[in-house]
């Protein structure tokens, strides 16, 4: 057996596992009963260990060598190659001793941080904190070596494979400039238009489920593949061939839940659209967590928060929950969508207030992970940074700097991407819309045919096949800059 | 490490993979998606694989051994090392491919024998049922070398550990000496009886479901460590702490479902009254399958058949449906519920006919593994024992030898755990009335609070701390004879 074959079939054996993973993780957050926590946390244990120890296989560095120098190979091989290769590299850098130390630092902050957030106080999650810091830090610091990247970096680059803080500081500058001004602008002018009407609930949860569903299978989702679930918190899991979203209904307002879906949707669209031969493949999985999150927020913000589609789905909506009135014409449901307000809270933010919240998260993790400043002196620095980026204060850390999970769960290096993704779901639905002028009067017709026939061919089913600029600049002509995004936001919210 | 602490150590870590196994497995057959079946065969190949290298690990002969010989182990532990030498002894008498080849043509066994069911069709199955049935006897064989039992027996000694067919021989042959002509009886008595009116439908799902879930309540199902589905086959799977029955709803009759969920919540009731301390350790687990029958049979046909439990339940019923009159009235409810009729299908059998046909398919698979007929006159076999026990003659193989997935899929040496795991419920229960007289009383009330304690006391608890005649003997005072479920079925049917 060549080298490549053996490479193929031993990832293939690693994606048996992790498709199990991922059936176990979704059963965890939708179907688990609560007694069975400890029995599942064994099994989830168990399996990434197995894991691990598969994709770290010494034998992989001699197949690596061999397979690196096959002139037989194609395009795809090749970079499956390249890709074994990164997750290889990355997942040898670690001693295990660090990958424990981490794993049980996350587990108490984790659980700390549940009771801090909830009583706003910093100061008892500040020593578990420094700890997984610490933790990550020394992390990025070993897979920095191995890569010839900062720590930062070499975190980030986990999610973003390629991606490099020097870059993100030039787009998020250019954003950081725009945004402060243009959310005053936008305020203004939707506040000259008066009061925005919106659909007075309740909506019942099954005719929500019902026009979720609905309008997943108009956006393309295929259920012979996939499942539509309830979770506390939203999100796309599942496995290979087996693409499970989520969502949770509020029956006072049925759009939270509809949204949360179309935005689910673009991430299960992704993942039921890469490559089928390589579908179990390093090659074959999504590019990057960038494009991953462009293709939920293209569906959500740039297509279903749009004139056209909501021209469509008004009448659906009145009918679903058998309504009408003013609230329910596409004009009041488009203004409805697209109120922007300042907020202290990143999961319920506009479009154009986002990525103030992420900006603000990624310069102070940067500096973290940077030694830079104190751990300590985070809140303030977070309090200062809204203040600048949004004129607006938290009256407190459980609506500052204690919000999300993702530090305390070691997600550092992960929040760029949310608006790396924003500005990529412009950058991308405006090549859709230039490649093929039908894309907007399908959506208007509720046919999403052309729009993600030419995702198919252009982002999902090129897998990892090429690096993200590449293949950004395949698909839209350049690699990713900012001014598609901050056209999109003119024309919506100045011009529309 | 002692070697004692070395073995259950290592059974611990198979346990967090085989409580991996029975979620996907439950996932596959309630939540999956059609087109990740390719998928999640490898996950589940990848898990097993993996699952039968830990507990054929050749280091577990040596612990074996060296526990073998500690005189510091406790009971419980010394009935540890017992199972586990069981576990290994039967495992590692396999050659792997002899495993493989038995996997591979029940695969295209069962494959080839839903459409020869449907068709009716045996001759199409006969060549791949010939494979099957010749690698069974082969691993029956192989077993039965290491275990110093005939063919038959080591088949039937993986689904009841200690069960002979020599002793079954003599249970069976009192049974069959009995009920035809006590079928007769019951018949005619019935008959007697006019018409039984049977509440008519539809019942809708919701309504079903609901009922189901309070039932299960009563019963004492504890859903923190458990839930109710729907599979198109009712089954109870899952894992420790997470105990996972299904049912399916008939709109025109609601107590197919509801006694289907009764026997499933007696099989979850074992489960989940395993010992803590040993769950997940062989000695923790359910002693056989007759005594896992036992449970979900004594939940369903002698505790909610009976009047005691109609006479609660019928008010609940009327209420759940919003119905009344004479057809839900607890009399009408207990004829319906224990009318006795001569079929050709078992899954659809009553209580006094079902032994029938496991006595013939118990007869049939033990000559068969015996090479005492061969496999082509089996059908003709099959109206022959069907007219001598229940007096029909099937009309076509698809009513008769087509009927059930257990031969095609390798099940042969289970059959008969389902006449002794009713004949067990019988004896059982009679013990549990005996040492409590609130029993009854209680079950009328709808409080099964004093059953399942001494379930949990004498059965559950135990898990395989004790061979099933010991543990048997210890609760109702002797091995299993046939004798506490003919009179159970006198008093019930004749009687009654």
Redesign the interface.
């Given at each position: 057996m060549s080298a490549y074959s053996e490479l193929a079939n031993h990832f293939?054996?690693a994606?048996?596992?992790s498709?199990?993973i991922g059936?176990?993780q979704w059963?965890s957050d939708t179907?688990?009963?609560?007694?069975?926590v400890?029995?599942?946390a064994?099994?989830?244990?168990?399996?990434r260990v197995?894991h691990h120890g598969l994709v770290t296989d010494p034998r992989i560095g001699d197949w690596l060598e061999a397979a690196g120098s096959d002139t037989a190979l194609g395009a795809w091989e090749q970079a499956n190659v390249r890709e074994i290769r990164r997750i290889w590299t990355v997942d040898t850098a670690l001693p295990a001793d660090l990958v424990e130390a981490s794993s049980k630092a996350i587990s108490a902050c984790e659980m700390t941080w549940r009771q801090a957030r909830a009583d706003a106080d910093f100061a008892t999650l500040l020593p578990y904190l420094h700890e997984v810091l610490r933790l990550q830090r020394e992390i990025g610091t070993a897979k920095g070596e191995k890569l010839g990247l900062s720590p930062y970096d070499a975190l980030l680059n986990d999610y973003e494979p390629g991606g490099r803080s020097a870059r993100i500081d030039a787009l998020f500058a250019e954003l950081a400039d725009f945004l402060p001004g243009f959310t005053d602008e936008v305020i203004a002018i939707q506040a000259g238009r008066g009061p925005v009407v919106a659909p007075d609930g309740p909506f019942p949860v099954e005719a929500q489920r019902a026009l979720g569903l609905s309008m997943m299978a108009v956006l393309g989702f295929?259920?012979?593949?996939?499942?539509l679930d309830v979770s506390a918190h939203p999100f796309c899991g599942g496995?290979?061939?087996?693409v499970r979203i989520t969502t949770r209904y509020d029956q006072e307002d049925f759009a939270r839940a509809l949204m949360g879906v179309m935005h689910e949707t673009g991430h299960a669209l992704y993942e039921q659209g890469r490559p089928q031969t390589f579908l179990?493949q390093p090659v074959g999985q999504a590019r990057s967590m960038s494009v991953h999150e462009s293709q939920s927020l293209l569906m959500e913000m740039q297509a279903c928060r749009s004139r056209e589609f909501l021209t469509f789905a008004a009448p659906q909506m009145r009918e679903a929950f058998g309504r009408s009135g003013p609230a329910w014409e596409a004009d009041a449901l488009l203004r409805h969508y697209t109120k922007v307000e300042r907020g202290f809270i990143r999961v319920e933010a506009d479009e154009v207030t986002y990525p103030a919240h992420i900006i603000l998260r990624y310069r102070l993790e940067k500096a973290l992970i940077g030694d830079e400043m104190p751990l300590s002196e985070m809140p303030s620095a977070w309090n200062a940074m809204m203040r600048e980026l949004l004129g607006i204060t938290p009256p407190n850390d459980r609506l500052g700097c204690l919000q999300d999970i993702h530090w305390p769960s070691g997600g550092w290096g992960y929040f760029p991407t949310y608006t790396l993704g924003a500005m990529t779901a412009a950058q991308v639905f405006d090549a859709a819309k230039r490649a093929d002028a039908d894309v907007l009067p399908g959506i208007a017709r509720g046919d999403f045919g052309p729009l993600v026939r030419w995702l198919r061919a252009n982002i999902h089913g090129q897998g990892s096949l090429y690096e993200t600029d590449e293949l950004l600049t395949r698909a839209t002509g350049r690699p990713l800059d900012a001014s598609v995004f901050i056209s999109h936001l003119r024309r919506r919210y100045a011009e529309g």
């Open positions: 293939e054996r994606s048996a596992l498709n199990a059936i176990l059963d179907m688990m009963p609560k007694g069975a400890g029995t599942r064994e099994s989830l244990a168990y399996l197995a295929d259920f012979d593949r996939g499942r496995a290979d061939n087996d179990h």
